[in-house]
Protein backbone atom coordinates (compact mmCIF):
# COMPACT_ATOMS: atom_id res chain seq x y z
CA UNK A 1 0.00 0.00 0.00
CA UNK A 2 1.45 3.61 -0.71
CA UNK A 3 -0.44 6.56 0.62
CA UNK A 4 0.60 9.89 -1.03
CA UNK A 5 0.19 13.28 0.53
CA UNK A 6 -0.53 16.66 -1.15
CA UNK A 7 0.67 19.94 0.20
CA UNK A 8 0.99 23.27 -1.46
CA UNK A 9 -2.16 24.53 -2.29
CA UNK A 10 -3.56 27.92 -1.47
CA UNK A 11 -5.13 31.00 -2.57
CA UNK A 12 -3.78 33.15 -5.01
CA UNK A 13 -4.42 35.91 -7.55
CA UNK A 14 -4.89 35.32 -11.10
CA UNK A 15 -0.85 35.63 -12.52
CA UNK A 16 0.43 33.98 -9.95
CA UNK A 17 2.43 30.40 -8.93
CA UNK A 18 2.19 27.80 -6.29
CA UNK A 19 4.19 24.65 -5.88
CA UNK A 20 2.23 21.96 -5.21
CA UNK A 21 4.25 18.60 -3.97
CA UNK A 22 3.20 15.04 -2.91
CA UNK A 23 5.05 12.67 -0.75
CA UNK A 24 4.76 9.50 -0.96
CA UNK A 25 4.91 6.49 2.20
CA UNK A 26 7.75 4.21 0.34
CA UNK A 27 9.94 4.26 -2.32
CA UNK A 28 8.44 1.99 -4.62
CA UNK A 29 6.84 5.15 -6.50
CA UNK A 30 10.50 5.36 -7.82
CA UNK A 31 9.41 2.37 -10.21
CA UNK A 32 5.76 3.98 -11.32
CA UNK A 33 4.26 6.53 -13.20
CA UNK A 34 3.33 9.91 -11.16
CA UNK A 35 0.51 12.24 -12.11
CA UNK A 36 -1.27 14.92 -11.32
CA UNK A 37 -5.35 15.01 -11.62
CA UNK A 38 -7.68 17.86 -10.65
CA UNK A 39 -11.66 18.87 -10.14
CA UNK A 40 -13.72 21.36 -10.31
CA UNK A 41 -16.53 21.92 -8.55
CA UNK A 42 -19.74 20.73 -10.71
CA UNK A 43 -17.00 19.06 -13.34
CA UNK A 44 -15.47 15.93 -13.93
CA UNK A 45 -11.84 15.03 -13.14
CA UNK A 46 -9.04 15.81 -15.49
CA UNK A 47 -5.49 14.87 -15.91
CA UNK A 48 -3.32 17.59 -15.76
CA UNK A 49 0.54 16.00 -16.09
CA UNK A 50 2.21 13.00 -15.67
CA UNK A 51 5.82 11.88 -15.51
CA UNK A 52 7.43 8.81 -16.29
CA UNK A 53 9.49 7.34 -12.76
CA UNK A 54 13.25 7.87 -14.56
CA UNK A 55 11.64 11.91 -15.31
CA UNK A 56 12.58 11.70 -18.84
CA UNK A 57 8.47 11.65 -20.24
CA UNK A 58 6.10 14.56 -19.24
CA UNK A 59 3.14 14.75 -20.24
CA UNK A 60 0.69 17.80 -20.10
CA UNK A 61 -3.16 18.50 -20.53
CA UNK A 62 -3.04 21.42 -23.15
CA UNK A 63 -5.01 23.92 -20.73
CA UNK A 64 -1.63 23.77 -18.75
CA UNK A 65 1.18 23.58 -21.31
CA UNK A 66 3.57 26.51 -21.06
CA UNK A 67 2.42 27.08 -17.43
CA UNK A 68 3.00 24.01 -15.30
CA UNK A 69 5.73 21.84 -14.54
CA UNK A 70 5.84 18.47 -13.88
CA UNK A 71 8.92 17.12 -11.59
CA UNK A 72 10.06 14.47 -9.55
CA UNK A 73 12.58 13.76 -6.67
CA UNK A 74 12.64 9.83 -6.49
CA UNK A 75 14.99 10.01 -4.02
CA UNK A 76 12.74 12.18 -1.60
CA UNK A 77 9.73 10.43 -3.19
CA UNK A 78 8.14 13.28 -3.70
CA UNK A 79 6.50 14.68 -7.28
CA UNK A 80 5.98 17.83 -7.44
CA UNK A 81 3.87 20.34 -9.71
CA UNK A 82 4.97 24.36 -10.39
CA UNK A 83 2.42 26.28 -11.51
CA UNK A 84 2.86 29.95 -13.14
CA UNK A 85 0.42 31.91 -14.84
CA UNK A 86 -2.73 30.44 -13.01
CA UNK A 87 -5.60 31.88 -13.93
CA UNK A 88 -9.67 31.31 -12.28
CA UNK A 89 -9.67 28.34 -14.67
CA UNK A 90 -7.03 26.51 -12.99
CA UNK A 91 -9.51 26.33 -9.45
CA UNK A 92 -9.99 22.95 -8.25
CA UNK A 93 -8.56 20.40 -6.32
CA UNK A 94 -5.84 19.33 -7.31
CA UNK A 95 -5.17 15.06 -6.57
CA UNK A 96 -1.40 13.27 -7.02
CA UNK A 97 -1.37 9.96 -8.04
CA UNK A 98 0.66 6.90 -9.19
CA UNK A 99 0.72 3.62 -10.42
CA UNK A 100 2.29 1.94 -13.67
CA UNK A 101 0.41 3.84 -16.09
CA UNK A 102 -0.11 7.76 -16.31
CA UNK A 103 -4.11 7.36 -16.54
CA UNK A 104 -4.92 4.84 -14.64
CA UNK A 105 -3.03 5.02 -10.89
CA UNK A 106 -3.00 2.66 -8.17
CA UNK A 107 -3.01 5.09 -5.63
CA UNK A 108 -4.65 8.39 -5.01
CA UNK A 109 -4.02 11.60 -2.02
CA UNK A 110 -6.74 13.17 -0.44
CA UNK A 111 -5.85 16.55 -2.57
CA UNK A 112 -5.01 20.02 -2.29
CA UNK A 113 -7.25 22.97 -2.26
CA UNK A 114 -6.04 25.64 -5.16
CA UNK A 115 -8.29 28.98 -6.07
CA UNK A 116 -7.39 31.46 -7.97
CA UNK A 117 -9.52 34.75 -8.05
CA UNK A 118 -9.47 36.89 -10.55
Known amino acids: QVQLAESGGGSVQAGGSLRLSCTASRDTVSNYYMAWFRQAPGKEREKVSC????????VYTNSVKGRFTISRDNAKNTLYLQMNNLTPEDTAMYYC???????????WGPGTQVTVSS
Open 51 to 58: VSWRGETT
Open 97 to 107: ATGQTCWNPLY
